[in-house]
């Protein structure tokens, strides 16, 4: 299974908690505004890389803490991004989705990849970026209708179980 992605960096501490490897997914179909990547909204641009090759090029990162998905929109590829992050798993490394939809949409939808890539997450920062929400002193986020979620808890409370702004992850015993 290939994946078409924008880029990858190595070592970010901005893109979630801990330091953590970056796949950009090529394609966003929410084209917001303000967007920090707009380079990845053409869905023919950026390269196709095998799982694999995106495997061995995380995998090739020993100190990541973890694994993010931003974009780009990674649920347009959700069934590719799923799986790496099934691999990503048994690695045991944790996987922030960002996404331009909202935790409603992406539940309600029938979309098996769409529920398989939300189960594989830990954390989903959701919702388009708004440039008059612009905040830049919100972690992990661009503006302030965006929300951290705990997936897992979310899904067992079948609602959005939203995270303050003053998350840490030290405090995470999953982020660790």
Known sequence: MK???AGITKES???GPGIRVVIYAQ???HGCAGCQNPETHDPKG???FDIEQVLQMILAVPIAQGVTFSGG???AQAEAFAELGRILKLHELDIITYTGYVWETLTNSSSASWNDLL???TLLIDGPFFENERD???AFRGSRNQRIIDVAQSLQHNK???INDTYDSRKDARLL
């Open 13 to 15: 501490v901005v893109d």
């Open 119 to 121: 189960s594989l997450t």
């Open 73 to 75: 929109e990674p649920f």
């Open 136 to 138: 830049p002193a919100l």
């Open 27 to 29: 394609g966003c179909p």
């Open 3 to 5: 994946l078409r992605l």
């Open 46 to 48: 950026g390269k196709l």
């Open 160 to 162: 959005p179980v939203v």
